[in-house]
């Protein structure tokens, strides 16, 4: 039995005055996403927990099936993974933004004017030596990179150089486990964690003195660099400093194929949820045209999955346009995309066995962001216990057999209902 797993990345939303005080998911026509519903089971899904507004990495995690608080500690290794990095657990990895500073390194333009084709300062910086570990760093789309470091003993607990704001002097990296915090954390912790303390306290050294050693060495290389002198000359931002975010370690992550003895597959364009399907050991496949915007290719990304499905058990197909639209506040926009990606879902319908549908969080227009509201959910497939509800919305879904689950639950049920769980006991 096989299954497609759509996701479509911040789709939920709550009522709009605008449309009639309906969601932008009740306002659309969309009889395929309708039909998934009325053939199987629906219920609300927390992708995290209640109240709380998940990112799309830790989304993603949870429905995969991990518990992102067991395996999430910062956004940088999914980042490094989805940028083609093959990722060890225990690698540190950043992200890194090409920006702009001044001599005073303070911070003139966060994204050095939206720079595309860093690829030689990139290769550039990359020649630099670093003292006590190995690093990989890599451009990924426009003024973005990845930075990894790879080595013994290193630690996510320092902070960002990443002044988040325009005017500030760029940080210094430091270690998150000040020394003034000594006494306390060492009291709290006495009974046998004071080694582990101090374990942590040399990585998180350790590695604030890596970053900060990155960060001269590339200035130095940058601010000299051919490329960032032509750009001056042409009178645009040069690329001379690499701001760190997202610090995080890499987890090790039990494949699917091991933790649900089920082959997996992933359609998606966005470098973060790549990354999460990439370190969870599954085929994530490039599609041409692909853009993890509105303007996507909607129809390569179906051939996609129709293609994957002949080698895999679970086709993950994620749509990201949505999101984008919410954060812009269009509600006709994300209503208008809501259409043409349920146009697309009528060839899939009947592709597989199962077919469900899911968002990663709810990312209301009104809110511009990420909020804790449940999503809704819909499972179709043989067997399944169909229930009363024939539409896919947020309020319809309240009513469905599933009840409300956590992210996490989604793909146990999935893979139960494709025959494919194990028994718990005799
Ligand atoms: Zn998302
Ligand atoms: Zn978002």
């Not at 096989?2 to 789709?11: H, Q, V, Y």
């Not at 060495?217 to 000359?233: A, Q």
């Not at 009840?403 to 194990?422: A, F, H, N, Q, T």
Request: one cysteine or more.
């Amino acid at each position: 039995m096989k299954a497609i797993l759509f996701i479509g990345d911040g789709m939920a939303d709550r009522p709009v005055a605008a449309l009639g005080n309906r969601t932008p998911l009740e306002a659309a026509r969309k009889p395929n996403m309708d039909e998934i519903a009325r053939r199987g089971i629906s219920g609300e899904m927390y992708t995290i927990a209640p109240g709380v507004p998940p990112g799309s990495d830790t989304a993603h995690l949870a429905l995969l099936g991990y518990d992102p608080y067991e395996v999430y500690t910062g956004r940088g290794p999914f980042e490094a993974a989805g940028a083609g990095i093959d990722m060890r657990p225990g690698d540190i990895a950043l992200r890194a933004n090409y920006a702009t500073v001044d001599d005073a390194l303070v911070v003139k333009d966060r994204r050095a004017g939206r720079i595309q084709g860093t690829k030689p300062l990139t290769d550039a910086v990359g020649q630099i030596k670093l003292s006590g570990a190995q690093f990989i760093f890599r451009s990924t789309a426009s003024h973005r990179a990845a930075l990894v470091l790879r080595g013994t003993g290193l630690s996510y607990e320092v902070t960002d150089s990443d002044p988040h704001e325009i005017g500030k002097k760029v940080l210094q990296v430091k270690p998150l486990l000040r020394p003034s915090e000594d006494m306390e954390l060492a009291r709290a912790i006495l009974a046998g964690g004071v080694r582990k303390y101090l374990g942590r306290r040399r990585g998180a050294n350790k590695t604030t003195k890596l970053l900060n050693e990155f960060s001269r060495k590339s200035y130095e290389i940058l601010k000299n660099h051919p490329l960032n002198r032509e750009r001056v000359m042409k009178g645009l931002l040069p690329a001379n400093y690499l701001l760190l975010r997202g610090v995080g370690i890499a987890p090790h992550l039990k494949p699917l194929r091991e933790k649900f003895g089920i082959t997996g597959a992933c359609v998606a364009a966005a470098a973060l949820v790549r990354g999460v399907c990439r370190m969870a050991g599954m085929t994530v496949i490039d599609v041409p045209g692909a853009t993890g915007s509105v303007d996507t290719d909607l129809n390569a990304k179906r051939e996609a999955v129709l293609q994957a499905l002949k080698t895999n058990d679970l086709v993950v197909l994620h749509v990201k346009g949505f999101d984008e639209m919410s954060h812009d506040g269009n509600a006709p926009a994300k209503v208008q995309f809501i259409e043409r990606v349920d146009a697309m879902l009528s060839s899939l319908i009947d592709a597989a066995d199962f077919i469900a549908l899911a968002i990663d969080h709810t990312t209301p227009v009104s809110v511009r962001e990420h909020t804790g509201d449940p999503v809704p959910v819909a499972i179709a497939g043989p067997g399944v216990r169909a229930d009363e509800v024939s539409v896919y919305s947020e309020r319809a879904a309240a009513e469905g057999g599933l009840g409300r689950i956590l992210g996490k639950e989604l793909l146990p049920i999935l893979v139960d209902l494709m025959g494919r769980s194990k028994k718990f006991g005799a």
